[in-house]
């Protein structure tokens, strides 16, 4: 049978998808999207029904971190659009690479009908990389081009507007050429010439890595480069596991934790040369605002995108490949001893003091028993407040996107459907969630997705029935309880009710039992782990 020489408009937009890689895509379907659901499946990806449409993009974001394809969100017009926001927000900050698919009333329609219709594009355009109708006769280039803005430079999502009609319309079968992607860049110069002379010199040298070296998998080149010339590195949350944390130069994440702030920003102080390598600050608290002074001390920044958030400034400014840019910065570079003091081993030492593993129960003793139970493959995710940034702290990685969080947006409830996602794309391996009790309820609904779909993450939720971290700041201003607590309620029993298992413990040796039956379940598993309320002080 001769092939068709035209094919719908959606078929044109999922056959592109499936071309780059895309196996699912997540959303929940209303009349606008039923063309692109059905083109969809016909090529190949599997439509994910979420229950929310939020929870849909993050459960993207897991399976992107597993399979490196772009996420894809599906959403009818309207309140289905609009109920993606956070979640397609978080992927702007995050650096995520997801193409949003929005139902849209026709434009001739809309000028006589005004039932759920609303500027879709100018919801969007501030949140993403990118916003496009779709049309007819560009349909093949819109998708194309929204698959090269998401992906290149620093990734993020693109929405793009498909009205009824236009999904349903007639195009060419055959697409014109993709565009080629672009190349890596290099150093080149005098300023290259420069970063080789200050690494020849250097004694004291530290490396800060970020997300564009996670999205550029630049782990193999940062390892290599470390530990040829003795660099000692630091990770934002979302790059942990570039360099595995039980590495001797690995001295773990970096954010938001004032405690570990107090050993890593005099080290860096120290240095006398800074290696920002693919390290965007949009991850970091304030406390790390303008942290070194060029004019005094030697930085090297070299990162996807130009330095427009001024954040910090540099002494050499490159915008190129991170793994090809360490690579030309060292070529015939001999190694030589550094930090001859011992501060590096000394460092480490303190950090592993101030975050303790011994405590008999508690927060820290939930992470550390789950750090030890679980293998060494372990995928983590875990969703914002205190837990969140204690275990950013505590939890080792090995592997890059080994602990997937929302770690610039920060938003509260993305680690159920970033467990379920990843779980997804890669089902081999051990999956865990840990949530706190109120991002737990923001997507409870999500486990019945996870029960349809026969998906078997461990999800750890801490109980203390507060929003800790913000009671945290409530008491540290003096000010009254006042918005922050709730009641306990029964997590376990959710679980059970939603078609998975449930536990509920308070002392390690439960936890490990728990966790132990979980990892051998046939279903999802919720294990409600009760701490008590301001176990976080003084710990984060």
């Known amino acids: 049978m001769a092939s068709p020489t035209k094919i719908r408009a959606a078929d044109a937009v999922a056959q592109r998808l499936y071309a780059e890689g895309c196996r699912y895509a997540f959303g929940m379907p209303g009349g606008e999207v039923l063309t692109l659901v059905d083109a969809l499946e016909d090529a190949g990806i599997e439509f994910v029904l979420a229950k929310h449409e939020n929870a849909a993009a993050f459960m993207a974001e897991g399976a992107y971190h597993r399979n490196g394809a772009p996420g894809i969100l599906v959403a009818t017009v309207g309140p289905g659009a609009l109920n993606g926001v956070n979640a397609i927000a978080n992927a702007h900050q995050d650096r995520v690479p997801m193409i949003v698919l929005a139902g849209a009333v026709d434009a001739d329609e809309a000028q006589t009908y005004t039932h759920q219709v609303l500027d879709q594009q100018a919801v969007f355009r501030p949140i993403t990389k990118a916003s496009f109708s779709l049309v007819p006769g560009a349909a ?5 081009k929204a698959l090269a803005i998401a992906t290149e430079g620093r990734p993020g999502p ?35 010439a420069t970063a080789r002379k200050w690494l020849t010199n250097t004694t004291r040298p530290i490396m800060i890595v970020g997300l564009d070296a996670m999205v550029e998998d630049a782990g193999e080149a940062i390892t290599d480069f470390a530990e040829t010339y003795s660099v000692p590195i630091i990770t934002t949350y979302k790059a942990k596991g570039l360099l595995p944390e039980d590495h001797p130069l690995a001295l773990g994440g970096a954010g938001l934790s004032p405690l570990a702030d107090r050993h ?42 130009p330095n427009h958030h001024y954040m910090h400034q540099s002494s050499l400014n490159f915008v190129a490949d991170c793994a090809a840019s360490l690579t030309a910065i060292s070529d ?62 505590m939890w080792e990685c090995y592997e890059t996107r080994g ?37 737990f309820l923001m997507v409870a609904g999500e486990l019945s ?91 984060i």
């Open 449 to 539: 997705t996870a029960a349809e779909l026969g998906l078997t993450p461990i999800i750890l939720v801490f109980v203390d029935a507060s929003l800790s971290l913000i009671e945290l700041k409530q008491r540290s201003r003096q000010m009254k309880n006042r918005g922050v607590d709730f009641e306990k309620h029964d997590f376990a029993a959710m679980g059970v009710a939603f078609g998975g298992a449930g536990h509920t413990v308070d002392n390690r040796e439960d936890l490990a039992h728990a966790l132990d039956k979980a990892m051998a379940a046939e279903t999802f598993t919720v294990i409600a782990a009760v701490i008590e309320r301001g176990a976080y002080d003084g710990r």
């Open 403 to 439: 602990l997937t969080q929302s770690t610039a947006l920060c938003t509260m409830g993305c680690a159920i459907p970033l467990a379920m996602g990843t779980k997804l794309a890669d089902p081999e391996r051990p999956v865990i969630g840990f949530c706190g009790d109120a991002g």
């Open 158 to 192: 693109v929405h793009i507007d498909v009205p009824i009609s236009v999904a349903d319309a007639q195009v060419p079968a055959n697409a014109p050429p993709a565009r080629v992607k672009a190349s890596a860049t290099t150093p080149s110069g005098d300023d290259l």
């Open 264 to 305: 890593l920003l005099p080290l860096i102080g120290q240095a006398d040369l800074v290696l920002c390598v693919g390290y965007d600050p949009i991850e970091m608290r304030s406390g790390w605002r303008n942290i070194w002074t060029p004019a005094s001390q030697r930085i090297i920044d070299i990162t996807a995108e």
């Open 332 to 393: 015939g570079i001999a190694p030589r001893e550094t930090w001859a003091g011992g501060e590096i081993k000394a460092t480490k030492v303190a950090l592993t003091n101030s975050f303790p593993q011994d405590d008999v129960w508690g927060p820290a003793a939930v992470i550390d028993t789950c750090r030890k139970v679980m293998p060494r493959n372990t995928l983590a995710t875990v969703d914002s407040g205190a837990h969140r940034i204690l275990l950013s702290q």
């Open 140 to 144: 093949h280039v819109i998708i194309d």
